[in-house]
DNA sequence: GATGAATGAGTTTTCATTCAT
DNA sequence: TATGAATGAAAACTCATTCAT
């Protein structure tokens, strides 16, 4: 039911998307999604929470804390890309839910995004970059890492390990050499 | 006009922004935004083209052809933080879009991103970057930039060169001085 | 439903009919007029499919194919008067939409026009009407028929068969005495 | 001014005309449009009263009232059909709200048919015809020529003289040999 | 527990009509 | 006298949401 969720606010946007289409695509009748999510935001969010659960979960669970930076950063980026490649529709989602920042949805999203940007600024801060800078440095790496995963679903022959790389390469010009 | 289009489309996204409310903004009729603009994408292909102009103009100008690589970058990312800073509502709309890629606004903002990316490629290709890799880096590092812009925001305290160093710092790692 | 949408056609032709009239004519919502037709056009040309096939089965069931031919305008006109009698707003609607000629109804109207129109001018031509006039004699005589209804309506005190008399003896007029 | 608004009154009837599309038609500005004529019924109406009138004094000069019956009859069909084949538009227009009969337009067309009818009753009733039919069969005749001008608007080839002959041919069938 | 049928509120868009110049 | 610019009101159509069964 989350699953037909995806498919229908990936393909349309939030807006675009209608319960009527949703209920369609899941097999059912409106009133059960009504019944089960209250509302369009409900089952909107329900959808984020999964989805961001998700991504969250691989990440910290590719973590290796006792590796080297390169080693954590490319575990890390290697579960991100790991779970766009897969989602690609899930991943448009918490896309457009990052650009708009919805009230109503408010945290939800931000609250995922900021996990992630902590386990990412935790990993450079141990490794020694410049504490007054890593907190911009680790929004600029998420960005770039989410620009690169748009850029993946417009050349979706690109190996993942391009990606990685290049996002890894970038992270290292956080910790300048000590 | 354009400029209630503006604060609206930001605030609300293509599909949440209505007509009754441009011209409220506007503080006109609405059956004049229909006078001017035809329709609703009517009056949203006027703004992005002006948006995108705009943008794009601003780094074409603070491009130094004769400057060095971090010369160049650094140009260019104070032009670009330059406009987001003086045009937060306008970013975003730009943001929406490329995301969202509608169909009926087509090339409209692909032209003017894909101008912003080949001076981008162009620059890093000219310093000597792996040319293999430097269109998915280009993207990267506008992603980068992008995030950087919203941390910007949360952050307004912080000065812009902080966000133009890291960024030209993040860029640096495609060139390796070899 | 189609009998709202009837009255209100017929009251203010198709332009002027508004689906918010229909709807509340009908006692419901335009939602559900919407859900049954699609479109104001589709509960149109439910309408006109409907009424067209009322009069058209009228007139065919009433034909006596082995009478004399005044026994078979007699018994025609009758159908048709049955019909505009009973259906005045029908008829109204039929007329409009004969004359407009909707390009998006198309055959629709014409279709049963040309029925009865074909019934018409073969009952004359069998019985020895001139063949290079029979075809617009017979439209003549509809014409006739339709004024003569509408005269009908603003004296309703008039029996019918002096419509039908009328209407036959000018149709006597086709077939001189051979 | 007026043929301007005969243009697009035939090719769109009154409620598909719009003022800009009469204005544009007449080249020249709305507000003279209602300067002249106050509001769009303003102009149809003034509209209808001259092709009224136009057709109306064709068929009053036609008649020849020393003629015989046949003479006379003849007379006003070559007059009615003379001004539906001259103006095919503003017959579209009469007859279309002869159809609709608009109630803010009320007697204006009826009283030029009322006209028609009322000559055409008279010269039945010079010639013999019977009292109580004549009434409804005027009415009948004038349905009867209305619908072979559609007709003839339909097969622009037939010569004008088939008609008139068919017409003078059903009238006969009133007045029975004496 | 499940749904077909229903709707209030809102969307884009058009048009007769007027005002400021 | 003439018009470019402006608008109030309404039309077709959609959609999140709710009953009655």
Same mark, same amino acid.
């Given at each position: 039911?989350l699953d037909?969720?995806?498919r229908?606010?990936?393909?349309s946007g939030?807006?675009?998307?209608?319960?009527?289409?949703?209920?369609?695509?899941?097999?059912?009748?409106?009133?059960?999604?009504?019944?089960?999510?209250?509302?369009?935001?409900?089952?909107?969010?329900?959808? #984020?929470?999964?989805a $961001?659960? %998700?991504?969250?979960?691989?990440?910290l669970? @590719?973590?290796?804390?006792? *590796?080297?930076? =390169?080693?954590?950063?490319?575990?890390?980026?290697?579960a991100?890309?790991?779970?766009?490649?897969?989602?690609?529709?899930?991943?448009?989602?918490l896309r457009?839910?990052?650009?708009?920042?919805?009230?109503?949805?408010?945290?939800?999203?931000?609250?995922?995004?900021?996990?992630?940007?902590?386990?990412?600024?935790?990993? #450079?801060?141990?490794? $020694?970059? %410049?504490?007054?800078?890593?907190?911009?440095? @680790?929004?600029?790496?998420? *960005?770039?890492? =989410?620009?690169?995963?748009?850029?993946?679903?417009?050349?979706?022959?690109?190996?993942?390990?391009?990606?990685v790389?290049?996002?890894v390469?970038?992270?290292?010009?956080?910790?300048?050499?000590?």
């Amino acid at each position: 039911m989350l699953d037909a969720a995806e498919r229908v606010f990936s393909a349309s946007g939030f807006h675009g998307a209608s319960m009527d289409a949703i209920a369609a695509e899941a097999g059912i009748s409106k009133p059960m999604v009504y019944n089960y999510f209250g509302s369009k935001e409900g089952i909107y969010l329900a959808y #984020l929470a999964r989805a $961001g659960r %998700d991504l969250l979960n691989r990440m910290l669970e @590719a973590d290796v804390p006792d *590796g080297s930076l =390169e080693e954590r950063l490319t575990a890390g980026a290697g579960a991100f890309f790991g779970f766009v490649g897969q989602n690609h529709d899930g991943w448009r989602v918490l896309r457009e839910e990052m650009l708009q920042q919805r009230e109503s949805v408010g945290g939800q999203v931000a609250t995922m995004r900021d996990a992630i940007h902590a386990l990412l600024s935790e990993v #450079l801060l141990e490794e $020694g970059g %410049d504490p007054d800078r890593v907190d911009a440095f @680790a929004r600029a790496l998420t *960005g770039a890492g =989410e620009s690169l995963a748009d850029w993946w679903l417009e050349h979706p022959d690109a190996p993942v390990e391009v990606l990685v790389q290049t996002l890894v390469a970038m992270a290292g010009a956080a910790a300048p050499p000590r």
